[in-house]
């Protein structure tokens, strides 16, 4: 990083760009809470099941991040694999009230964690139980015990309930998500 | 239906001896299905027939359909389930034989409508709510009946004069007596009085059962096109029944009464009613054929039918499982370890992937293609009925109800591909596969026929000339240990090792030693070092020093510069030798490569 850049990072005019995977299980709320997340001025009104992915970007007060939106759809789940290697930090998106698929979302989260790009790597992974608006949605906690959270040691992680459509939440994880990768980048 | 579930309660102590070994048990970590739900008391009693997924509201969101027996005396009812949760029920007047969803106009929004089964209705409900209630036709009659009844409604005859008519004529008769005759006949003789004075001012009725149900489509075969009502009855008849006017399209008659039945086609222009009865035959019902076009005989009572693709798969009471082709050609027999409590189909739409599911009484569920067994799942209670398709919002997804009335989900993984494995015993398949060798070259033979002639000869020159390599590596092996030319120090005394690090591009270099006492416990000492090079290429301000002295164990690195004096891109080797005081013979000798001078001759 050349001396200008450096000057420009402390001056806060040029901001870090980080590569931020977003994953979960179709109608889970990811898109929304990308869509949440963007400045009031580029937010899209109808939100419609993701085909595949969408790039998406969104800045904090000290990070650009690019989003890779990846489709929850059973077909498109294989998609997801092909961008661990450049994901630098990860958010997975659980729709707290659907108790049936809370076992599939397991399942895609193991394989995940076992998958050689993710497996050794310390990256951060923000969890949002989503959908908490909901009147039979489990809370956060019930959430991290059926994902089983509390086996992840090697990889910081943090859950916050969510609520993708008033954007209740977001903001708190966001935030935890950046003082993560400041960390890791000093 | 009361084939399938005599199945079910009789079949419950027979013994697993006869377990196929080599398939995957479902309890295995690595089973193929993610335990979803389980409610051990959801209190839901039903058969596979009774069960149906559907998207009631459209909203994406598949809801499971059941018809809930109940006791089997009271509340019966008709539950929809969402999620692992239960969302509405209804109740019902009667036990439920039949559960199906089919679209019954073209009007948006296209909410499918539920269909219930029951004594001789059909109740329709939409959005839940009750629609439509269709009734079976009366049956005829029988006239000396209605007569009899007739004079008994005007006091002619006494209860004992009617209950002895009622007997002649239901043993001589060719139409059956009325319900209420044949509840009559049942009574004691003081109940009858009363039962005679409740019933006479009513006429007469008689009227049939529904006993299986199914749908098939109109005229299109579009998954979301309008469907009729096939339905199997008490009296052996067949009825095809108009999903908006609600009248009877069709009505064909069988020899048997059906249990089960299985539809394909569409009634405007070809279709195939395939009926399993409880005479113990498969009979064929086609369009526009009054009677059944083909009929196969079973060996034992049906309890179960599944169409896969075209073939005709049926379980038997016997603990077997036949497939027929749909003109009636037996294709394969499966036995079973345990009596069979109900089948169903699995369908993979995503892989195209077809298999027939049975539960069994030994707490197990098989599923099978063709005649191989692909998986079992291990269930804690006796299941009573098998579904298997999209489900809330996940495609693969199983249910099943158990005898206590539990409720089992499972979720086929997105990655489980089930592996078409023979375990039929016998040969295994690859052992009749023929390889394809390729022709012999004439080169090839030339050099075979040679090599068989001059074996000896050629395995003498082969031995000869390792054996020539073999003392010349030897030799060359303990030159250069008299010489010490090697870097490590093989001597008693001194054991040293030694290695050589050439940094910088030129043409100044720096030379490092890395010097190591690899003996125990004695430090070296009166060591020297001296270098041999050609003194037109490089120079050195010492050629020659001394070594400290050399603690066992720790390494030395002793730096030097070379100065490269040629500007002509050449490089040359350098000899390091170590040597001890008073005597000339190396204890170790070191090549070093030096790299060519890239950067300018010295000035």
Known sequence: MGFFDKLTGWLGLKKKE???????????????????????????????????????????????????????????????????KEGQAIIFVTDSSDKLRMIVAKEELETLLNHPDIKHRRI??????????????????????????????????????????????????????????????? | MTSSHGAGRGAQQRGDEREPVSVERSNEANSKWLDAHYDPVANLYTFSSCTALVDLHRDGEVKLVVGDLGTGLYNMKLKVYKGTSLMTENALLDLPTGVVTFLMDQNEPRTPAVAVASGPYIYVYKNLRPYFKFTLPAL??????????????????????????????????????????????????????????LHKHHPIKRQTVITCMGTLKKNMADEDAVSCLVIGTENAEVLIIDPEAFTILSKMSLPSVPAFLDVIGQYDVEFRITLACRNGSLYVLRRDSKRPKYCIELSSQPVGLVRVQKNIVVGCSEETLHAYTQKGKKLWTVYLPASITTMSLLDQKSRGFQAVMVGLANLEVHLYRDKNLLNIIRTPDVVTSVCFGRYGREDNTLIMTTKGGGLIIKILKRTAVFEEKDTSPGPPLAQGVKLSVPKKTKLYVDQTLRERENAVAMHRIFQAD???LRLMASRAYVKALEGSVAPVSSVQ???????????????????????????????????????????????????????PLLVPGLNYPIETFVDCLSDKGISDLIKVFVLREGKSAPLLTAHINMPVSEGLAAA
């Not at chain 2, 290695?499 to 009166?526: C, D, E, M």
């Open chain 1, 18 to 84: 980080v590569h931020l995977l977003c994953l979960g299980l179709d109608n889970s709320g990811k898109t929304t809470i990308i869509n949440k997340l963007k400045p009031s001025n580029a937010q899209a009104q109808d939100i419609v099941p993701t085909i595949g992915f969408s790039v998406e970007k969104f800045k904090t007060s000290s990070l650009l991040f690019t989003v890779f939106d990846m489709s929850g759809q059973g077909r498109y789940r294989n998609l997801w694999e092909h961008y661990y």
């Open chain 1, 124 to 186: 951060p992974i923000l969890f949002f139980a989503n959908k908490m608006d909901l009147r039979d949605a489990l809370s956060s906690v019930k959430v991290s015990q059926l994902l089983s959270l509390e086996n992840i040691k090697d990889k910081p992680w943090h859950i916050c309930a969510s609520n993708g459509l008033t954007g209740d939440g977001l903001q708190e994880g966001v935030d935890w998500l950046q003082d993560q990768i400041q960390v890791m980048k000093t």
């Open chain 2, 140 to 197: 005829d009659v029988n006239l000396l009946e209605q007569d009899v009844w007739n004079q008994a409604r005007q006091d002619m005859i006494d209860p004992m004069t009617l209950k002895e008519m009622l007997e002649g004529i239901r043993d001589k008769a060719d139409i059956p007596l009325s319900v209420r005759s044949l509840r009559f006949l049942m009574l004691e003789q003081e109940e009858m009085e009363s039962f005679v004075n």
């Open chain 2, 466 to 468: 390792l054996y020539r």
């Open chain 2, 493 to 547: 005394q001194e054991p040293l090792q030694m290695n050589a690090v050439v940094q910088g591009i030129g043409p100044k270099f720096k030379l490092t030693l890395n010097i190591q006492n690899t003996s125990v416990n004695r430090p070296s000492i009166h060591l020297l070092i001296s270098f041999l090079y050609d003194e037109h290429l490089y120079s050195m301000k010492n050629s020659f020093f001394k070594v």
